[in-house]
């Protein structure tokens, strides 16, 4: 019992996956090649692939040698707050919101430590980063991959979308940063003598880098259609057989997990008629889908959401924006929050009186941006 609760804690995202595919396997009853027609394959293959290459990047200190590079340019503790909130957002957009969180927090409470300065803020403003630039490109999250897949959107119309997130969030992120660090004398606080002047970090450039950036470029065609799944996955594997084998250890399997129960729930439920009507009412015009899709996000995650919602309408367009917005809002709207609050918990300051404010700092934050952002989304 104690090691079900514990998974429980751990995934509880995959936990309510499979709960809700067994739910639908034993009332529903689904047959067997609904099931495996429910599953879409090439989904999971890119997310695979995509999550591998990425932790190859890792292995190889590609993220932390960049940031430990341009943190010396830091004078300023305005400076710090907008190179370490624009690389949260701008590498959420190639490597998803989870692992530029997993790169960046990190090296942010070391930072904030070292320099004597409370981190709470900026790490609320990294996973506001995080989840908006993210938004940006199908390979940013789960649900854009899956979503661009499902849709069949074409670039063009894809970015299209997105850039009605991303252009406001950037200068909301922008305004924020510039109030939050301005002082009594209009001039930016100084940072001397720290940390930021003696951060170092080697990168390992050897015959698999190259190699690890052929396998990125051909997920990337993958994404766009321009090379078939199949052929991506072959690649990757022998790839990452030859360059590093334990990799394979390291990818996400309950996120594919995840995803292979809930296109099972969904497309069982799909089958019944009641609820399809009922939820197929709740989507039945632009601004339904919208609202309803923030709204299930909030309860359920963004992914989730994305996953169940999909199966019951044509509108694209309005599910791909109301998901992404809807990352914002209640810790659970992302797993990527999650994640960076898990990491300021286990911090020093996360432990301290400090750090029993974060809960409350991350939901005003994005509650405001929520609601400031639905609205200028919507609208735009």
Do not use: W
């Not at 624009?86 to 919101?97: A, I, K, R």
């Not at 997920?219 to 799944?229: G, I």
Request: proline share 3%.
């Amino acid at each position: 019992m104690n090691k079900i609760i514990s998974f429980i804690k751990r995934e509880p995202v995959l936990f309510a996956a499979i709960v809700l595919a067994l739910l639908a396997l034993i009332f529903i009853r689904p047959s067997p090649s609904l099931c495996l027609e429910a599953i879409d394959f090439r989904t999971l293959a890119i997310l695979f692939s995509l999550m591998i290459v990425i932790k190859a990047f890792q292995s190889q200190n590609y993220l932390d040698s960049i940031a430990a590079r341009l943190l010396r340019l830091c004078k300023s503790k305005r400076s710090l707050y907008f190179l370490l909130t624009y690389l949260v957002f701008f590498s959420s957009m190639f490597v998803t919101n989870d692992v530029a969180l997993l790169t960046f927090v990190p090296i942010t409470l070391l930072i904030f430590a070292r320099v004597g300065m409370p981190a709470l803020t900026i790490i609320v403003l990294e996973t506001l980063a995080a989840n908006l630039g993210s938004c940006i490109t199908p390979m940013g999250n789960p649900q854009n991959l899956y979503l661009f897949s499902y849709y069949a959107f074409t670039p063009l119309e894809f970015f299209a979308l997105t850039a009605r997130i991303a252009v406001p969030s950037f200068l909301i992120l922008t305004v924020i940063i510039l109030i939050l660090t301005r002082t009594k004398h209009g001039t930016p606080q100084k940072l001397e003598g720290n940390i930021l002047q003696t951060q170092v970090c080697f990168v390992t450039i050897d015959f698999r880098t190259f190699f690890y950036i052929a396998d990125f470029i051909i997920c990337l065609l993958t994404v766009f259609h321009v090379v078939n799944y199949l052929i991506m996955l072959g690649v990757t594997v022998v790839i990452m057989l030859i360059c590093n084998f334990r990799l394979f250890k390291k990818v996400d399997y309950s996120l594919l997990l995840t995803f292979c129960g809930f296109f099972i729930f969904t497309k069982s439920l799909s089958t019944v008629q009641a609820f399809s009507d009922f939820i197929s009412s709740l989507l039945s015009s632009p601004l339904k889908t919208y609202i309803t899709s923030i709204a299930a996000s909030q309860i359920i995650s963004n992914v989730p959401a994305a996953l169940l919602l999909s199966g019951f309408t044509q509108n694209g367009a309005m599910l791909l924006l109301g998901v992404n917005v809807g990352g914002l809002g209640t810790l659970i709207a992302s797993m990527a929050s999650v994640i960076s609050f898990k990491l300021y918990s286990n911090s020093d300051e996360g432990r301290s009186p400090q750090g029993k404010r974060y809960f409350g700092v991350f939901t005003l934050y994005n509650v405001i941006l929520l609601l400031l952002l639905g609205v200028i989304t919507y609208l735009v």
